[in-house]
């Protein structure tokens, strides 16, 4: 398997990116997206299909949507069998009040954010990745 699997080498290496774009979370019960929906992820579920798009593609569509987000992106190539990466990560954020959604993918973790507590979710991960470099040290 590729990727990092060292939970304090992805600690120390996550670089969190935050992307300017707003998230939104749609549902579809009949599992089929309206024309003009290029979602960034979809998850099929019993009840329906769940679509992470551009709250203005939503917007657009006309298509009811949910949980207006920012996207942190873990830069790091993390390995989809590391153990304990993403537990730490929104710990941190739990700890602060702060609710993450987070979804691992072939590269990298992402996680979405409430679009108002963002900018505090990314100083406070920078913040545990640098308390990481200097524990090394």
Do not use: W
């Amino acid at each position: 398997m590729s990727g990092e699997r060292d939970h304090l080498q992805l600690q120390r290496m996550m670089a969190p990116q935050l992307l300017p774009e707003t998230y939104v979370y749609c549902t579809f019960p009949d599992f089929q997206l309206p024309d003009g929906l290029t979602p960034i992820c979809t998850f099929r579920e019993a009840e329906g299909l769940t679509a992470i798009v551009e709250r203005s593609q939503a917007e657009r569509a006309q298509v009811p949507f949910i949980f207006e987000s920012r996207l942190i992106t873990l830069t790091v190539h993390s390995s989809l069998d590391a153990i304990g990466f993403l537990a730490t990560t929104s710990t941190c954020l739990a700890k602060a009040g702060i609710p993450c959604n987070a979804i691992a993918a072939y590269h990298h973790d992402h996680l979405f954010i409430p679009v108002g507590r963002a900018q505090e979710a990314l100083t406070l991960l920078q913040a545990l990745s640098a308390d990481c470099v200097q524990a090394a040290a």
